[in-house]
């Protein structure tokens, strides 16, 4: 069964500053994809980044871009030039062919001014 | 576009009760899903519609749990009798066609069982 992990439960980070939040999985699967979503504390989650594993090219949008390593089973994501409304919860999520989303525990990310 | 919509916001009910929540998904998008968060834990699969039809269940924790998805278009989740664990975040999403595309998720419902 696949799993996903997230190990930073909080972390914080100065506006303006660079911050990178770690994801592993674990597949014997050699097609998925990988996620990241955000749920800001007004609730509504909504997809940060994808990235589907027969690609090399890690993805990026904006000031989000993902260091995806399949060999080592990891998906970290890196917020640059954090702002204030980064502040949120942010899940790692893995999905394969059968349809369903394998989220981490998630990583409860504060952006301080 | 409108997205992904969830009633309620929050629900307080007592051990025992029913509750029902709705989800109305994106127009168009024949594939729906429902998640679980239990406080302080990962957010868990339930099940998957497409259109009307359950693609699969394996998420849902027992028989107390019923799902419908009427006509394809919106979708209920009722938990009869509500027992405690049952509490949690009750996340809907939606996606378009294939089962890669991307799910859009709803704010969630808030369910408090006393």
Not at chain 1, 45 to 71: D, G, H, P
Not at chain 1, 89 to 106: P, T
Not at chain 2, 69 to 97: H, I, M, N, W
Request: aromatic share 12%.
């Amino acid at each position: 069964a696949q799993t996903v992990t997230q190990s930073q439960p909080e972390m914080s980070v100065q506006e303006a500053e660079t911050v990178t939040l770690s994801c592993t999985y674990d597949t014997s699967e050699s097609n998925y994809y990988l996620f990241w979503y955000k749920q800001p504390p007004s609730r509504q989650m909504i997809l940060v980044i994808r990235q589907e594993a027969y690609k090399q090219q890690n993805a990026t949008e904006n000031r989000f871009s993902v260091n995806f390593q399949k060999a080592a089973k990891s998906f970290s994501l890196k917020i640059s030039d954090s702002q204030l409304g980064d502040t949120a919860m942010y899940f790692c999520a893995y999905y394969n062919q059968g349809g369903k989303l394998i989220f981490g525990q998630g990583t409860e990310l504060s952006v301080k001014p | 576009e409108a997205g992904v919509t969830q009633f309620p916001s929050h629900s307080v009910i007592e051990k025992g009760q029913t509750v029902t929540l709705r989800c109305d998904p994106i127009s168009g998008h024949d594939n729906l899903y429902w998640y679980r968060r239990v406080m302080g834990k990962e957010i868990k699969f339930l099940l998957h519609f497409v259109k009307e039809s359950k693609q699969d269940e394996s998420g849902m924790p027992n028989n107390r749990f019923l799902a419908e998805r009427t006509g394809g278009t919106y979708s209920t989740l009722k938990v009869q009798p509500a027992e405690l664990e049952d509490s949690g975040v009750y996340f809907c999403a939606s996606s378009r066609g294939g089962i890669t595309d991307t799910q859009y998720f709803g704010p969630g419902t808030r369910l408090t069982v006393l």
